[in-house]
């Protein structure tokens, strides 16, 4: 008789249904920082890696910063879809489009300002900053496209389209990959080239998004007139939910932007190493960020029908994937850590530094799999004013000890103190969940 085993049934295949294609289409973000990473990584000079580090984490400040635009969409818009309200969540989308066009062109207004606060801060060496001025100048103009881009994949998210959002993230990485290539490697533009390609392959992204929003707007039926774009209730609830997101995302950004800054005191090599080591952050972020999405579209939609089982069950489902992952994934990156180390860089200095730093790099998805899997839960329910507190509370924790590392001239303490981070963030959200768990006295099923 063959007969699946009893821990995985029905319920397990619908969350593996909507994650795979999320985790796969996550996959291609860190291979595009990898290639990234590795283009520069073969010129003659380890201070292009770090140039395109200290570029990257500027814009991810900024950008994400903006992280509400993907995060709050989600949200809203999988509670209105689990009212089955149409016409709120086209309003949730056209909200989050009006904010992301006028950011935007905010950002790229203030670029001057941006970049010399950003060059103070994080003070690399005059060959890194020399570098990263450049990316810099020449990515800004994506400033739109990347956070439009945001409001897009958070909707597709809300609407269960998984395979809507690893079409758009596969297109949009290939794209940046396949420039990547042609401009640093083929036209010799060095870190410029880089920059370009995410411009280009940006706005294509905003192209191909909206293509592929039209289905479910088609489906959903309702109309984009008088949907209220500029009504003072929502706005109200929205810019509520964005302050928390901004603030939480602002101190979960600073935080990678301590660990960059500090890596840059310890010189070129050890900032090169720790750059390339993080890009096993990014493989295991993106693809535990796979079951995060599911809990908070499931975990929202069970928030708007009121319907209070459903909502333990796919937090329970969703944990339970994100954790088994993170094992696998440590796994994979012990056994693997050498081989991509290799791949990534040529330089034999930076390798050397690399190898000895790996073991805490390896060890980031276990450290991080509850701080992950809790942000999909308690932004699935909107209930984000717990969640930005303790994510203040950790990156405050941390920061002491990231002082203390560089004070001690201890790159291995700074990785410790990056991990205790990561699993500190999500322990004090485990915490905090039973107080956000739906109580029937509310009437709830």
Request: proline share 3%; charged share 15%; hydrophobic share 55%.
């Amino acid at each position: 008789m063959n007969r699946k085993p009893r821990w995985f049934g029905k319920g397990d295949r619908r969350v593996l249904a909507l994650t795979l294609p999320i985790i796969l289409s996550n996959a291609t973000v860190p291979l595009l920082g990898a290639v990234d990473t590795a283009v520069v990584g073969h010129l003659d000079s380890p201070h292009y890696i770090g140039a395109v580090a200290v570029g990257a984490l500027i814009f991810s400040y900024v950008f994400w910063g903006f992280g509400f635009l993907r995060m709050a969409t989600t949200g809203l818009a999988a509670q209105a879809y689990g009212r089955r309200d149409a016409n709120a969540v086209r309003a949730v989308f056209a909200r989050a489009a009006f904010i992301a066009i006028v950011a935007g062109l905010a950002v790229m207004v203030l670029q001057y300002p941006i970049v010399e606060i950003a060059m103070s801060l994080v003070a690399p060496t005059p060959a890194v900053e020399a570098a990263a001025r450049d990316y810099f100048a020449v990515r800004i103009w994506a400033s739109p496209a990347t956070l439009m881009q945001y409001c897009m994949l958070g909707w597709l998210l809300a609407m269960r389209d998984s395979r809507a959002v690893f079409i758009f993230q596969v297109v949009l990485n290939s794209i940046n990959i396949i420039l990547d290539i042609l401009f640093v490697q083929g036209f010799g533009w060095d870190v410029r080239g880089v920059a370009g390609a995410t411009v280009i392959a940006d706005y294509s992204g905003v192209v191909l998004g909206w293509f592929l929003m039209q289905p479910h707007l088609k489906r959903l039926g309702g109309t984009w007139r008088g949907i209220g774009i500029l009504d003072r209730t929502q706005l109200s609830k929205l810019m509520k939910i964005n302050g928390d997101i901004f603030i939480r995302t602002l101190a979960l950004t600073s935080a990678f932007a301590l660990f960059t800054s500090f890596s840059a005191r310890f010189g070129e090599v050890t900032l090169a190493a720790n750059a390339v080591l993080q890009n096993f952050l990014m493989f295991g972020s993106f693809a535990l960020d796979g079951f995060a999405h599911a809990a908070e579209t499931l975990v929202g939609q069970a928030y708007g029908a009121e319907r209070r089982k459903q909502f333990l069950w796919a937090v329970r489902k969703t944990t339970i994937w994100s954790m088994v992952s993170a094992v696998v994934l440590s796994g994979v990156f012990l056994l693997c850590g050498p081989w991509i180390i290799n791949a990534l860089t040529s330089i034999p200095e930076v390798r050397a530094e690399s190898y000895q730093y790996m073991i805490w790099a390896v060890m980031l998805p276990i450290s991080g799999v509850l701080g992950f899997q809790f942000d999909g839960v308690f932004l699935g329910a909107t209930q984000t004013k717990q969640w930005r507190n303790m994510m203040l509370l950790s990156v405050a924790i941390y920061a002491v000890f990231a002082f203390w590392a560089v004070h001690t001239g201890s790159n291995h303490m700074l990785w410790a103190a990056l991990n205790g981070f990561m699993l500190l963030r999500g322990v004090t959200l485990a915490v905090l969940f039973p107080s956000i768990i739906p109580g029937e006295k509310r009437g709830w099923a």
